[in-house]
């Protein structure tokens, strides 16, 4: 199947599977959708990542999801710029996420961080996702 998005169907096929309970999933893989997926991880909201060969020239991103007393450490994930609509801000117009309770993914010049490193790199750039 040929999607369009695949940011927006890794973020949609995470955000389900907390909502089903499950343990893990698996997406397609890229050097974006893994440098987003180390971020998630990074911050707390993912258990552990891998990358699969399914076959030659073609991987899956294995995701675990993490939980904190059966209940999701992830609360919401959303998508801001989409291919249709590109989002981009200067670094001190970077949007907070719940007060800096959640975390905003920012594609800036020195590749993706969250609001917090890129506010402190004093760099702008296109805002990907929020999430908390």
Excluded at 34 to 55: D, T
Excluded at 87 to 93: E, F, G, M, S, T
Excluded at 103 to 132: F, H, P, R, Y
Aim: hydrophobic content about 35%.
């Amino acid at each position: 199947m040929v999607v369009s998005d695949p940011i927006a169907d890794m973020l949609t096929r995470i955000k389900n599977a907390y909502l089903a309970g499950k343990r893990t999933v698996e997406t397609d893989s890229s050097e974006i959708l893994k440098a987003i997926a180390k971020i998630i991880l990074k911050e707390g909201y993912l258990k552990s990542m891998e990358e699969e060969k399914i076959k030659k020239g073609f991987k899956k991103l294995k995701l675990t999801l993490k939980y904190k007393s059966h209940r999701p450490s992830l609360t919401k994930i959303k998508r801001i710029s989409k291919p249709g609509v590109r989002i981009y801000v200067k670094a001190n117009k970077i949007p907070r996420v719940k007060e800096g309770i959640g975390v905003t993914i920012v594609s800036t010049s020195k590749g993706l961080m969250t609001d917090k490193e890129a506010k402190k790199a004093n760099l702008g750039g296109e805002i990907i996702c929020q999430i908390w």
